[in-house]
T-cell receptor, first 112, second 112 residues
């Protein structure tokens, strides 16, 4: 079956520290992968998307970066976190040939 | 990125009442999706719409893809307490690397 895993579930990090969030997908090949951020009480903002290994597109300029080292792995990173990076980060995937996106369980990031 | 206007922002209703929420965009989409998000969880897909004018039901939920392809609505009939959550619309245009853009959400509160 096709599943998506995202971790960690929660994270508290000090300002200026690095960040690495990981998302992996199972049971599929060549998915489109997405990172979204949801600020408290707000909608989902598309941060990055990827159509293949090493192919990353940024939707908005920010303090974050993304990488796709393997077909089913998508990583969200930062070298130095800012307070404004706090939020709920969601990884999503779109199966090849499909038009319905599915989400991971999310990572609650609090920068203190 | 694209912005979808979703309304209302929040709703407080009595159990058994019907609910309606809608989403509009300045751009046309090939696909409209409706998601529900419970607190601390990733959004879960409720209904997917693929054709202008399409009306699709999923139990007590009914959604329509607007004729102009720039809007969609979601109706929930005979609401129950477990309908509580945040509902998001999402639009997707297949010519744009299958990027999905989300509305700001409608927070639904159901009073027993």
């Amino acid at each position: 079956s096709q599943t998506i895993h995202q971790w960690p579930a929660t994270l508290v990090q000090p300002v200026g520290s690095p960040l690495s969030l990981e998302c992996t997908v199972e049971g599929t090949s060549n998915p489109n992968l997405y990172w979204y951020r949801q600020a408290a009480g707000r909608g989902l903002q598309l941060l990055f998307y990827s159509v293949g290994i090493g192919q990353i597109s940024s939707e908005v300029p920010q303090n974050l970066s993304a990488s796709r080292p393997q077909d089913r792995q998508f990583i969200l990173s930062s070298k130095k976190l800012l307070l404004s990076d706090s939020g709920f980060y969601l990884c999503a995937w779109l199966p090849l040939g499909n038009t319905e996106a599915f989400f991971g369980q999310g990572t609650r990031l609090t920068v203190v | 990125g694209q912005q979808l206007n979703q309304s209302p922002q929040s709703m407080f209703i009595q159990e058994g009442e019907d609910v309606s929420m809608n989403c509009t965009s300045s751009s046309i989409f090939n696909t409209w999706l409706w998601y529900k998000q419970d607190p601390g969880e990733g959004p879960v897909l409720l209904i997917a719409l693929y054709k202008a004018g399409e009306l699709t039901s999923n139990g007590r939920l009914t959604a329509q893809f607007g004729i102009t392809r720039k809007d969609s609505f979601l109706n929930i009939s005979a609401s129950i307490p477990s309908d509580v959550g945040i509902y998001f619309c999402a639009g997707q245009w297949s010519g744009n690397f299958n990027k999905f853009y989300f509305g700001s959400g409608t927070k639904l509160n159901v009073k027993p």
